[in-house]
């Protein structure tokens, strides 16, 4: 082996000696910076979890305190109202409300007193006696006014009685008759503002009527007085034929706030939208169901047949129903009210009347000669366009307000 090949084996020896410490060097930093990234990453993993755990245990107590904060602000509103609305009205308003009621009922009847009340006021003015032609000239009033001639005969003979058992010395005792008369004709067994029981959900309400009478109104009205009361209503559009109807309900519907079941189309069949209106009752648990009616004067044969097969239908889908027979007359229409309440009559049997339009009529006295008539109580009387102008009925303090003037 010559020189040269031994100095280039040592030469390549040392050479790759160089390298692989030149390599172990440049190792050492880039293991060094694996661990200082490892250490630093787990700092990071140990960090997030502490917390994580932090606003875990945190966010269910912030969650918890306003659920246990609720529940006793949803508590207390539901009771106060029940503590204010309750003995305050009995205790302190209903005072007021009273008072405020007999002004507006006096307001309300204010032409009837300007009819035949004031003409009886005109005879008596002035007399201290009564004789033979001061009676005649009474019992005049009262057969031309609108309480009917039935009525008017019923209240004359009353007076007839009284004098020739010399109970009658004067006028005010006259004024006197009349009116315990005329309340007694009055206070027919039922009167007054619809009683709701807690068993019979739900509580079926046939709203029967003439077209013009001021039935839907009244219907609307009705359902916002009911609402005011605590109980939920529905209001089925059943007078079918005279599309405004239904669009007048549907507005009565929407200021009190209440829920209307409507025909598809216009002429659809009247007991089909009172069906449709109980099944949506029954599932939804409503508790009175108010359903319009048609009321098609010149139609009077069909329209009764109609109305009977309304209430058979309504009676098919809930036991006793209609629970309640309204019928609304006008009062502006004076005797022919009697005569469209007889025609109802005949047909149907009515619980209850409700007489509109009593502020705009010195006809209001017919509600003397339907009741003494018919035999059916007072419901409601309108005396006036606000759903609060519709009046629960109240026998003496309809006589005191109608014969005000004469007491003065």
Not at 50 to 69: S, V
Not at 109 to 133: C, N, Q, V
Not at 299 to 306: P, Q, R, S, V
Request: glycine share 8%; proline share 5%.
């Amino acid at each position: 082996m010559d020189l040269s090949t031994i100095i280039f084996g040592i030469l390549a020896l040392a050479f790759v000696g160089l390298i692989v410490q030149a390599i172990r060097q440049m190792a050492t930093p880039i293991e060094m910076d694996d661990e200082d990234g490892e250490s630093a990453l787990e700092q990071a993993r140990d960090e997030v979890p502490e917390h994580d755990e932090e606003d875990e245990a945190r966010e269910p107590e912030e969650e918890q305190e306003p659920e246990e904060e609720q529940e006793p602000e949803e508590q207390e509103p539901d009771e106060e109202p029940e503590k204010e609305q309750e003995p305050p009205a009995k205790r302190e308003k209903k005072p007021a409300d009273r008072k405020e009621e007999a002004a507006r009922l006096r307001k309300g009847l204010a032409k009837t007193r300007g009819g035949f009340i004031a003409r009886l006021g005109s005879l008596f003015k002035g007399k201290r006696e009564i004789d033979a032609e001061l009676l005649d000239q009474v019992e005049e009033v009262l057969f031309t006014a609108d309480i009917g001639v039935r009525t008017s005969q019923e209240l004359i003979d009353g007076l007839r009685k009284e004098l020739d058992k010399k109970k009658l010395g004067n006028p005010a005792a006259i004024w006197d008759t009349i009116r315990g008369h005329s309340a007694e004709m009055l206070s027919q067994p039922g009167y007054g503002a619809l009683k709701i029981p807690k068993g019979v959900k739900p509580f079926v309400v046939l709203v029967i009527g003439v077209n013009g009478t001021g039935k839907t109104t009244t219907i609307g009205k009705l359902a916002a007085r009911l609402k005011d009361e605590g109980h939920s209503v529905l209001l089925a559009a059943a007078d079918t034929f005279r599309a405004a109807a239904v669009e007048q309900l549907a507005i009565w519907a929407e200021r009190a706030g209440v829920e209307i079941v409507k025909p598809a189309k216009e002429g659809a069949d009247p007991s089909s939208v009172i069906v449709d209106a109980l099944k949506r009752a029954n599932a939804s648990g409503v508790d009175v169901v108010l359903a319009d009616t048609a009321g098609r004067l010149h139609t009077k044969a069909n329209l009764m047949e109609e109305l009977q097969k309304v209430r058979r239908s309504i009676s098919k889908w809930v036991e006793g129903a209609p629970h309640e027979t309204l019928l609304v007359l006008d009062a502006t229409m004076g005797q022919n009210a009697i005569a469209q309440a007889t025609m109802f009559k005949e047909a149907m049997d009515i619980n209850g009347l409700i007489l509109t339009k009593l502020d705009g009529t010195a006809k209001g006295g017919v509600v003397l000669g339907i009741c003494n008539e018919l035999k059916i109580p007072v419901r409601f009387i309108g005396i006036g366009e606000k759903a609060e102008d519709l009046r629960e009925f109240a026998p003496e303090a309809f006589i005191q307000a109608l014969y005000e003037s004469a007491d003065a």
